[in-house]
């Protein structure tokens, strides 16, 4: 599978949450996981969170930022290259009414 099949399979949800191609990158090292969790549409059974790019920035990471971090999501302190924790980037996540992740001491 290539990346523009596996990206057209995750935005129409079709690609299984346990599927290797989450993890293809593009021509700028963004893998599909990456696109789709900043695009909000990440499957909910998805559990690749830990996936990475080469600047160990996470599906999490992104998915903090965008504010759709799941509420059972507990590896807060997980960083990236530069020390960025998941914990640091909610403070970027739209605001709701709603909790849409988990803070944990």
């Known amino acids: 599978m290539k990346h523009e ?3 057209k399979a995750a935005r129409n949800g079709k690609l299984p949450a346990d599927s290797e ?3 293809l990158v593009d021509k700028y090292g963004w893998p599909v996981a990456h696109q789709i969790a900043q695009e909000g549409k990440l499957p909910e059974d998805f559990n690749q969170w830990e996936l990475a790019t080469d ?3 996470t599906v ?3 998915a903090a930022v965008r504010g ?3 509420v059972n999501y ?3 302190d997980q960083a990236d290259r530069y020390g960025r924790t998941v914990r640091d980037l909610l403070v970027l996540a739209p605001k709701s009414d709603e909790p849409r992740y988990a803070m944990v001491a």
Request: hydrophobic share 40%.
């Open 21 to 23: 191609g989450w993890g």
């Open 74 to 76: 507990h590896k807060l």
């Open 68 to 70: 759709t971090l799941p």
């Open 5 to 7: 099949q596996a990206l």
């Open 60 to 62: 999490a990471h992104v």
């Open 55 to 57: 600047y160990g920035y």
